[in-house]
Structure formats: C-alpha cells, structure tokens
C-alpha cells in the first residue's frame, strides 16, 4: 500500500491548519507512473455527489475504488478505512491498490461540466457589458472569431485555455467554435492533448454577417461540418474525450436551406446521431427576428424541430423566452438547456426559467457562455444560478422558484452530463461511471473559512460553492487519469500523463 501523505487524514480533532497543509510535501502523481502497469486507486474521506436533483449524498467516511481504466468499481460506505477496502475488494484488483486518504478538509466532488463556452471568445472576457445581444455581437464577437483565419492565434489561445478550465475543475466542456476547420481541429486537438472531454463542432453561420464572419455556399457549410466530425473520429476513434458536433449558431444566422441540411447531417441517415449545440430565445430581439425570418412557424423550438435539429442529443444554449410549445418541444425531444446564469446577468436579455423546465421535465445543465459571461468557473456558475434564481423569486413573488444547494450542484455537475449526452458516463460517482473528479480542499489559504464547521461536510461544501476557485481544487482527474489541480501545477516537473 502506498498511503499518500499530502493526503493524510490527521488524527485526533478536526484542527484547522493552514500552514500544516502547505507544509507536506507532493505526493507521486498518477503520471509518474504512466509506463508501469495500469493501477487500482482506492480513494478514502468525504465524498461528495449528487444522487438526483435534490439529493445530495455526503459520505463522511467512505471508500472509492477506481479500477485500472479509469471506472468506477466501487463506492463504500461500509468499511471502517481504506486498508478495509482493499481487503474487502481484494478480488477485483484492490489488494495492492493506491491508496489516497483524504485530509479532515477535503472531499472528492465530480467534475464540473459547462455546457456552453465560445472558446474563441476567451480573450473577450469580462468586456463588452455595455452592449445588448445582438450590439454585443456586432462589437465583440464576430470581430474576434473572424481573426481565427490565423490558425496561430487559434493554437496561442486554444493551448492556453484548455488547461486553465481544467484548473478550474471544468473535466468537461460543450464548445463552440468558429467557422474555421483548421482553428476547430486545433481545438479538438488540444483537448485530447490535456486530457478535457469536449463536444465541438464548427459554428455556422450565413445570416447577419458582419465583419466577415460568415461563410460561402451552403454546400461548403455543409461539407466543412462533416469534415470536423470525421476529425474528431479520426483523432479519438472511441469517442473517449472529444466528439464532434453540429453547430448552427441559431436559427437566426442560419438561412432555411442550410438549416434543414445541417438537421440531415445531425441524423446522419438513421445511423447514430451526431449532437448539436445551438442558440435559442436568447434576447427579445432576437426572438422578434426569428418571426419576421421564419413567420409561419409557431414558435422558436418549432423551426429547429422542423429542421430536424431538436434531438436527445441537441444541447440548447439560453432558452430564456420561451412559449409553453417551446416548453413542449423541448421535452417531448429530450434535447437540453445550458443555462448560463452569468451570462443572464451580463447581457440583462432575460433569466432562464430553470425551476419550469424541470418541472416540465427538460434536463438542464449550467454553462458560463464566456465571453458573455465573464467568469470561466462552473462554480461561479453554479453560485451565480443561485443568485438568478432568488432573483426570479424576487420577480415573481414566489420562493419556489429559488433554487437550492442540492439543485445547484446537481445542474453543475449531473445535470450538465445528461445535457452533453454523457449521463450513463459521468456526472455522480455511480459504479460503473468513469472516474471524473475533483479533490477539494477547503482547508487552504483562500476565501473558504471553515472555523466552527470543521466536521460538518454540508458547511464545508455550501462555503466551498458560494466561495472557492481554482486555488481550492488540488487534483482533477478525468477517466482516472490526473490532468491538473493545483498540485500539478505547483509540481516542479509538472508531468502531464497522455491520455
Ligand atoms: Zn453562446
């Protein structure tokens, strides 16, 4: 047995040391021993995760077992300490597993999933608050995803940006892009070269065009469309971290002929279908333009679904003004809503009405929609659909519309997995899941002060939502595999294990 000592539980009272904490030493990291066998890891604290949307389980001591391809073989809650665990699995590989005790502060969480990024916009953000949607566009947007012609301005920002969302404990990402093949594959590329699960494909884009963001002919669009799903095959056969997707930006700046034809791609001949990321009753405006440019249809959702657009596997950003057919449809499809509260706040076009889509049954899941949301965090998200939800409540003279810190985390993290299409795989610690985690520490120097709730898990997790960042997330691990945290960071060899 390996006992990692960073991790160490100390014995005896729950004292709160800072210094105690930043004083060990780094543990070997999953990487340093990426050539050797592939090993089982037991991990053994206070693990954290949402059984459904208003159950959130906090197991003060329990184990988890993480088998050698990165799944999920156990979660224990009846075994006096990890040595245990590794008797008690003994069978199933756990008898020489790693073992990693988590300190009195510490929990493990999933990892976070942001349904909805403009990774191209991430040089953009926290500017351009003083324009409405469609202003903000015009100003910021397609200014900035136009310059992605240059392919070394996509690798510059790309390689950047991956890694800082996994520092931030986002283990998975719905992308937008641009409409470059070149700066999509790049993209594509450099989520499987930092080990981030992703769904991207090439935004489209033939209506509104300003500076020069918008593409040919329609077969062009099409082919190109094609051509970045292939890609994602061919570089991630299994579809293990990275898949393709089909991304009209919205039904607004796509004309009805490219439309219908990217909705015959998504259902690829009655083969599997490939996912979709769209835009949808993000402002009024734009709503009013959806009328005028589609004016039989009888509402926003009804154009997509004649399209062919609206699926299990179509990820809608916004949804803010919707009709109840919009509701309908939404359900009745099993596509799903990112909402993206700070974007909300940032744009002042609308709240999502996330506690009537949940009851209608549509899932949902929390996107940062960067640049129009300012922060990158899924935290910040989660805190900030907390904040848009006591708003509405404001709004409406009604509590039930505020949400809770069981629904928050649960749209964070499980939520976002059924709206990227990855329920069965990720989003809980459900056996059988892939190993997708983050090793939170609150006992750190940052914001989190956890002074007379040392051992109550539920505190340690609600301060950690409403005030931790990146600084309190010391290991993400996606597929098992550790692919950043504040460890590896401050690890002088930074090792980074191929995934
Ligand atoms: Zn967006």
Request: proline residues 5%; glycine residues 10%; hydrophobic residues 35%.
């Amino acid at each position: 047995m390996l006992c990692l000592p960073f991790f160490r539980r100390s014995s005896g009272s729950h004292t709160h040391s800072r210094k105690h904490v930043q004083e060990e030493t780094l543990p070997p990291s999953y990487s340093a021993v990426a050539d050797s066998p592939p090993k089982t890891t037991i991990f053994y604290g206070r693990i954290v995760h949402s059984k459904s949307l208003s159950k959130l389980e906090i197991l003060s001591e329990a184990a988890l077992g993480v088998g050698s391809h990165g799944n999920i073989v156990f979660l224990d809650a009846d075994v006096a300490s990890a040595q245990a665990a590794q008797k008690k699995y003994a069978s199933q590989g756990f008898e020489n597993a790693t073992v990693v005790v988590l300190g009195n502060f510490q929990f493990l969480f999933p990892g976070l999933i942001d349904c909805h990024f403009h990774a191209p916009q991430w040089p953009n953000n926290a500017l351009g608050m003083e324009w409405p949607l469609r202003e903000w566009v015009v100003h910021m947007t397609d200014p900035i995803e136009a310059s992605y012609s240059d392919t070394s301005k996509a690798e510059r920002v790309y390689s950047a940006l991956v890694p800082k969302l996994l520092e931030n404990g986002t283990t998975t990402v719905a992308y937008n892009s641009t409409i470059h093949v070149p700066a999509t594959k790049i993209l594509m590329d450099q989520c499987l070269k930092f080990g981030q699960r992703a769904l991207i494909g090439k935004l489209c884009i033939n209506h509104r065009v300003t500076a020069g963001n918008g593409e040919g002919s329609v077969e062009e669009g099409l082919s190109h469309s094609r051509e970045v799903v292939e890609y994602a095959k061919k570089i991630d056969p299994e579809g293990r971290l990275v898949r393709g997707c089909i991304q009209p930006r919205g039904a607004t700046y796509v004309e009805h002929e490219y439309l219908r034809g990217l909705g015959e791609l998504s259902r690829n001949n009655g083969g599997d279908i490939i996912p979709v990321q769209l835009h949808m009753s993000e402002a009024i405006p734009d709503v009013e333009y959806m009328k005028k440019m589609y004016p039989s249809a009888p509402c926003y959702a009804a154009v997509y679904d004649a399209a062919g657009l609206m699926h299990s596997r179509t990820v809608v950003a916004h949804a803010i003004h919707l009709t109840p057919m919009d509701i309908s449809i939404l359900a009745a499809s099993g596509a799903g809503v990112a909402h993206n509260p700070t974007s909300n706040t940032c744009l002042t076009d609308g709240e999502c009405m996330v506690r009537e889509l949940l009851e209608h049954g549509v899932k949902v899941g929390l996107g940062t929609d960067c640049s129009a949301g300012y922060s990158p965090s899924i935290i910040e998200g989660m805190r900030q659909a907390s904040n848009v939800s006591r708003h509405r409540s404001m709004h409406f003279d009604n509590d039930k519309l505020k949400l809770s810190l069981e629904e928050i985390i649960y749209l964070g993290t499980m939520g976002g997995a059924r709206v990227v299409g990855l329920g069965d795989k990720i989003g809980n610690f459900e056996v059988g899941k892939e190993f997708d985690a983050l090793v939170v520490d609150t006992g750190l120097d940052d914001n989190v002060n956890v002074e007379g709730f040392e051992g109550n898990g539920r505190a340690l997790v609600a301060k950690w939502v409403f005030l931790g960042d990146d600084r309190s997330i010391r290991k993400v691990f996606v597929r098992g595999r550790l692919v950043a945290g504040k460890d590896l960071k401050e690890s002088p060899n930074r090792p980074v294990e191929k995934i």
